[in-house]
């Protein structure tokens, strides 16, 4: 069930005290009814393949699919294999020839030197022994009834409460076995023995037995992630359970507080010692049989009072007046034997004591039976009496034309040897015979068959149909043979079931039976409801248990390669795990504990058939309370005979090998990589994360072949590379030679081919395998990290075109990219701070009466919906209105819509940029805004910045250079993603003490501040032209500060792109220079020019750029210089140049070379203010300079239309600053590219700019439309275009 799934991904970040930080949840004890189907977590695959798929690949031969590599894979011919070549390849431990088969398809066969016929005289079935595997009892009142026994008084009888586990998960995923929907509801409590205690709160009508709410379809829900209960509920419990002790006085507990406000974990130790005296976080509290019986009392006949009196604050969301506690017990793995000769009256008794059935509404259990082959070598024939008095037929009870016979008249064999069977009264078959000396053989069930056990009967038109659902899982890459579970039981099981139940119903009596008094025939009374359900089935062989019996994995299931491989840079807690994982796999790999552990004589190889039922015992005779009669109806030949035809029959001992040699060439490709990697193991390095993905997804395949659970197998990624495809539909794995170099395989050289590993189309993350396991082995942040760091350096080689294509230096644009990354997963922890902190505000009002508050609650729920589908969302451009109706409650009066500023006022970009930086560069840093508590951004950022200073590294950047080369990646991406405003910490109050350094999600910090001059950026970050003047001028600024008398330059301000004059006006200096030698005004007439403002600053622009007969000059290079120069020292009021209003002696100098004031005017950076502009104008009067407000404007927009613009975007920028006809005159010379014509009716204008897409990176979650494996086409791979448009390029 995905609910529980999700609830256990949920558990994973719970702070949980008790819990061993060292050990994963898959390698802890085995806490839950063996399930065939449970894989784990680790592996659990987010895009895996459902089990339909290995069900439909049974009976077909080609894989569904429209994709190229599905194509490829099904044009590829398979070719078989044996059993025998394999043993022989694991034997003479030729691992290259195991691994060499990986590199096509093959399909495994099972020859007859490794099985038995099972239709031989001497071959025979073997039903036995019989287990209880499972039991699950549920009261019938509230109370802890479903844990108390029968008997008065037994002085070792004792419970454990254990009340500091209460956020576990309830163990079953068969939620059938329950008489009531359990998310939401279940709390863990304490044990006995074996057995785990529970309490469900249930809703109040489920003690009406005859409520419609107690219909299975009708179970009422809650609206939980997971079966627990939420930690306040569950802190509500824990206070009913301190009241009643502080009721029976028991040991030292006392309830200081009954009710707790707020109700919290502290709040709840401050009230009671019932979580644990002082400085103890953990206390367990034994029970006598006699405690344990008063506190069920109490909650019998407590609770109501207790609810009636808990204040408002507690009640307001309705669970406690609609629910109550119910106890809840199961028991499991204990593989009880039943049905032990000589003791049936010691079970009975047994059963009778073990609860008080008055007082139970519903009893589940699984039994157990095995079945296996025995060879037999010599019989002995069993005497006619010991087959006791009753009649015996030549056939079973199902076959009307059965008669009896007369042992002592039937011969005992017949011509072919084989024995005469003979059937009792019931239809069980009789023995006549007994094996003495014999080979116990294994069994497997024949998938290709399997679905006869689940036949109905045949419909009007001959059609045979399955009478249940079932799922089939294949083991040991053959295919075709393995282990099925089903919602329900085999069909030839139901008959007897329904006959055992009829047994068992009880009679009607009184006014229940409303027969006639003529119908009525004594000794046949009416019976009543069924008291006995069939729920499930699965069978399986029981090696598997075996490996599994005390822990819930073996090894050889949990991935501990690729997590070993991958834990190198894991820190604090993290690398312990790593360090465990280490030792575990040096000291032996999982497949060799395997095939350790399973080897040797006589392993347990019989077939496991698990029935679970649910009955009402209470209502059931005695006689029938040991399981007998369901245990004793796989002996019936009507349930028997379908069996034996499904099943497979191995010689002895040899399915352990099976598993050896059929995944042999898995197990050898995983030595192979462990050890080319294991001496690299070190603190601190990085393994090339294609070696750890390959190796996620080998070891995926093996799990796949020890369970045969799909869901492990990564469709998108594994699909690719074969392994899933092959696994599934050959049975055997194969590996396409678009992921590792055909041959190398045979070589034992592991080549992968990097520049085809399938990449996201929209994001351009490589696909990967191992999140699960690095995420539970380690945590979300270790793996964020690195998926960055796998992401960046694949985007050195194979970075695509779009990628920042505005930039011209790759090492920039890797940076860049880098920088985008880690704040795409910023972007991830503002959204999911900002959706739990709202979901958490507005959840009371959802589901309170109150329809105004309900009513703006959903607003808000729709504004956050609304704000998390943004790819900007820190921009204050649309996603800002949804922000504010999400964080703003207007219930409180804020009809404003006004987030709350930091205290610190506005701060520049720099000032986010510099606390990102200093945080992420130091050692063990104590987190601090903007990082988030429990986000993954400073650990990708680290990532991202050590990348980035390789990039600077590899192009040379130096010293102090690097790090302005990294401050100005991050800052360029800033502006890119357009972060406006971030969350901050929430702003000092009046209380002493310590500020709070953690982010809150409704105070922000403004980033519009204008920052103070920076030093130059890195020449690489620049294009050519743009170095070669910044290299210029602060040469020249370096030349002239060394003389005292030198004039006054403006390269005395040091020359800065990030300041916006300087950048703009080398912007217009390259655009000036693009116009030599037209750079002059056409004559003038004064009768021409119009007099007002705009008239001008329209007629300004609407001039024609002209040359002069010798004058000026053709090499436009100085004139970048010269016209920066000139702004510059024009804007600065330090200058000479700014202080006099009419510039004659720079006119002198340069007015022959078309550098002037009406020359800016034109450029666009001045304003023409009189007709004087044109004529002897004075600066300052005539002709003025622009604010700081309107170059700031100027700039950003400029910036932007060169961004955005793409091969348009520097003819855009210089038609709004300078307009169209200088823009045009560029176009002209070649240095912009003009945009053609809109066509006659379009809508478009020709200068019009798409919005800002910097990159093609998109978030990468909260897209909650479209799963990422539902659209297969996002995928792609740096291969064959990319390296073709760079082959083009050189």
Known sequence: ?????????????????????????????????????????????????????????????????????VANFNTTPPRTVTLTKLRTMYRNKDSLGAMGMLSGRHRLVIGNDHTIPKDGPNVVPRVGPHYIDHILYVGNR????????????????????????????????????????????????????????????????????????????????????????????????????????????????????????????????????????????HRRIILRLEDFKRLSHILNTGWDD???????????????????????TIRYGQNQPL???????????????????????????????????LDVREWREVPNFQ????????????????????????????????????????????????????????????LHSVHELFRSDDDAHGNTRNKAHFDVYPLACTKTLGNIQSRSLISNFLPHLTQIDGALRPPLI?????????????????????VLHGISCQIYNELSHRVRDEAKFHPVQLGMISAALSGTTAKDAARRRWTRRLQQCNHSLPHERFNDKVSGDNQPQALRFENTYTLDVYRMNEEFRNGRPLLKTWSHPTVLSPIKDTIVVFQPNRIPSLFAWATFPLTALLETIWEMHSNTLVDGAVIDPCIIEFTSMVERALNFSHTGNARVLCRRLMDRAWISLGIIHDGLPSISDAFVAYGSLNTG????????????????????????????????????????????????????????????????????????????????????????????????????????????????????????????????????????????????????LQLTSSHLGNKPISFFVDKIIKQSTTTLPRRQPPFIAGGNFLAVMRVAIEEMKRCASRDSIQGKDVDSFVSEAISHVCESLKINHIPWSANPTLDRGNHSSNIVHNVWLNLGAIGAPKPAPSASFLTRRESIQVAALNSSAQVQLRDSRGDWSASETTFNPSIPLHHLSLIVSIAFSGLVPCVYAPPFQKAGIPKGSNQLALYVQNLEWV?????????????????????????????????????????????????????????????????????????????????????????????????????????????????????????KNLYVKARALPTLGGTTSHFSTAASTPSSSSPLSFKRTRRDWDDDSRVTTAGADEISQKKKRS
Not at 306 to 328: C, H, I, M, R, Y
Not at 346 to 357: H, K, S, T, V
Not at 1116 to 1139: C, G, K, N, R, W
């Open 510 to 530: 009184g006014d229940d039976d409303n027969r006639v008094e003529g119908d009525i025939v004594p000794g046949d009374p009416i019976r009543g409801a069924s």
């Open 339 to 373: 049905l032990v000769h000589g003791a049936l009256d010691d079970e009975r008794r047994n059963w009778d004591n073990d609860r008080n059935y008055t007082h139970i509404r519903q009893f589940t259990f699984s039994l157990a039976t095995h079945i296996s082959y």
């Open 749 to 896: 050289k592991l080549v992968i081919r990097q520049e085809l590993w399938p990449v996201d189309q929209d994001t351009r993350r490589p696909l990967t395998s191992s999140r699960r396991t690095q995420e539970l082995t380690y945590s979300k942040e270790h793996y964020e990290a690195y998926e960055a760091r796998f992401t960046i350096r694949h985007a050195i080689n194979f970075l695509p075109a779009n990628i920042f294509p505005h930039i011209n230096n790759h090492a920039v644009r890797i940076a860049c990219y880098a920088a985008e990354i880690a704040f795409r997963v910023y972007f991830d922890d503002v959204k999911h701070l900002v959706y739990a902190k709202v979901l958490h505000e507005i959840e009371p009002a959802l589901e309170g009466d109150d329809r105004h508050a309900r009513r703006v609650a959903k607003d808000r729920q729709t504004a956050l919906g609304r704000w998390l589908d943004e790819d900007y969302p820190l921009s204050y451009s649309g996603p800002l209105t949804y922000l504010l109706r999400a964080v703003v409650d207007t219930n409180e009066g804020n009809t404003a």
């Open 1107 to 1227: 040359s002069r007969p010798k004058k000026g000059g053709i090499n436009a290079e100085p004139f970048i210089t010269m016209v920066t120069t000139f702004i510059i020292a024009l804007y600065d009021p330090q200058s000479p140049t700014s202080s006099r209003s009419d510039v004659r002696e720079w006119v002198c100098k340069h007015s022959n070379k078309g550098i002037t004031t009406l020359a800016l005017c034109r450029l666009g950076l001045a304003k023409a203010c009189t007709t004087r502009a044109f004529f002897s104008s004075k600066w300052g009067i005539d002709i003025q300079a622009l604010t700081s407000s309107e170059i700031a404007e100027k700039h950003e927009e400029v910036i932007r239309l060169l961004k955005t613009g793409g091969a348009y975007g520097g003819y855009d920028a210089i038609m709004y600053l300078m307009g169209k006809r200088t823009a045009d005159r560029l176009a």
């Open 306 to 328: 207790w609810v009636a009196q808990a204040p408002p604050s507690w009640k307001e969301d309705n669970f406690l007046t609609n629910n109550a506690p119910v106890g809840v």
């Open 142 to 281: 509230k109370g802890l009834d479903a844990a108390i026994p029968k008997i008065r008084a037994d002085h070792n009888w004792q419970v454990t409460l254990d009340l500091a586990n209460t956020h576990r998960l309830w163990p079953d995923s068969n939620v059938a076995c329950l008489p009531f929907n359990p998310v939401g509801r279940m709390v863990y409590i304490g044990t006995r023995l074996q057995e785990q205690l529970w309490l469900a709160v249930v809703p109040t009508t489920f003690f009406e037995p005859n409520h419609p709410d107690n219909a299975r379809a009708a179970y009422p829900a809650l609206n939980a992630p997971s079966t627990a209960l939420t930690q306040r509920h569950a802190l509500m419990i824990v206070m009913f359970i301190a009241h009643a002790f502080t009721e029976m006085l028991l040991q030292d507990i006392h309830c200081r507080e009954r009710y707790p406000v707020p109700l919290t974990r502290a709040a709840v130790k401050e009230s009671t010692d019932i979580l644990g005296r002082v400085d103890e976080n």
């Open 1 to 69: 069930m995905d609910i529980l799934h999700a609830g256990r991904e949920q558990d994973d970040n719970n702070d949980n005290p008790v819990v061993d930080d060292n050990v994963d949840e898959d390698e802890q004890p085995n806490n839950m009814p063996f399930n065939v189907s449970e894989f784990p977590r680790q592996l659990a695959a987010g895009d895996g393949h459902v089990q339909e798929d290995v069900r439909t690949a049974l009976y077909q031969q080609q894989a569904e699919s429209g994709r190229d590599y």
């Open 387 to 446: 087959n006791g008095d009753g009649i015996i037929y030549d056939k079973s009870s199902d076959d009307p034309m059965r008669t009896e016979v007369n042992l002592e008249d039937l011969p005992l064999l017949d011509g072919d040897g084989f024995e005469i069977n003979v059937y009792n009264e019931q239809g069980f078959r009789v023995p006549r015979r007994a094996p003495v000396q014999f080979s116990t053989c294994g069994a497997l069930l024949n």
